[in-house]
Nanobody
């Protein structure tokens, strides 16, 4: 698994961004793919997750209703559509892949493979 995250940038509060996570190793099919974020001085925090094989999607309470995670099997890509962005969404966003069950989906320790991170900055 080789993850490449992209799509970050600078946006004003209320704006939107779409992050992409591509698996160039083309082995997404057996994993849960998640997005985490880490703001300066804070721990890495769960944002959203999706099972590559289908099923429920998971979201942190802080992003429910604003962010949507989706996948494109043909492109081996997972997206994070972020709408109504707030300054507190500012962080480095990472995508990750691993074998997760419901109780472990939100834990960073669950994920073995990590992308390099993409910076999202939301100005007020």
């Amino acid at each position: 698994v080789q993850l490449q995250a992209s799509g970050g940038g600078l946006v004003q509060a209320g704006g939107s961004l779409r992050l992409s996570c591509v698996d160039s190793g083309r082995t997404f099919s057996s994993y849960t793919i998640a997005w985490f974020r880490q703001a300066p001085g804070k721990e890495r925090a769960f944002v959203a997750a999706i099972r590559w094989s289908g099923g429920p999607r998971y979201y942190a309470d802080s992003v429910k209703g604003r962010f949507t995670i989706s996948r494109d099997n043909a492109k081996n890509t997972v997206y994070l559509q972020m709408n109504s962005l707030k300054p507190e969404d500012t962080a480095v966003y990472y995508c990750a892949a691993g074998n997760a069950i419901t109780s472990t989906t939100m834990r960073p320790q669950t994920y073995v493979y990590w992308g390099q991170g993409t910076q999202v900055t939301v100005s007020s």
